[in-house]
Nanobody
Framework: QVQLVESGGGLVQAGGSLRLACAASGRTFSRYAMGWFRQAPGKEREFVAAITWSGVSTLYADSVKGRFTISRDSAKNTLSLQMNKLKPEDTAVYHC?????????????????WGQGTQVTVSS
């Protein structure tokens, strides 16, 4: 099991940037694939980005491709999401999640451990 705590959310103007962080506890963090998901008010939770256990491969939703970058530092047990060129439609609570398969996937059911989330608000 992995415990996850997100940070770095906030209020930013459209076109701005934010960097989210996810601190993980647990000795097996390096074996897990990690993902970011988001949930806007009144909408279902959706996939944003994922990274394999090795950090070699990444996967992005079409809506964020070219603007967001996911990365991990397994030595520090941290996951990051660099978000550039933010849009009002990026406003949501962002959650990090861990998948024991080690494979980057957009499938929510593959992730067994979730953080509480951090709020990102993009003003127009």
């Amino acid at each position: 099991q992995v415990q996850l705590v997100e940070s770095g959310g906030g209020l930013v103007q459209a076109g701005g940037s934010l960097r989210l962080a996810c601190a993980a506890s647990g000795r097996t963090f390096s074996r897990y694939a990690m993902g970011w998901f988001r949930q806007a008010p009144g909408k279902e939770r959706e996939f944003v980005a994922a990274i394999t256990w090795s950090g070699v491969s990444t996967l992005y939703a079409d809506s964020v491709k070219g603007r967001f970058t996911i990365s991990r530092d397994s030595a520090k047990n941290t996951l990051s999401l660099q978000m550039n060129k933010l849009k009002p439609e990026d406003t949501a609570v962002y959650h990090c999640a861990a998948a024991s398969s080690g494979l980057a996937t957009a499938t929510m059911e593959a992730y067994s451990d979730w953080g509480q989330g951090t709020q990102v608000t993009v003003s127009s």
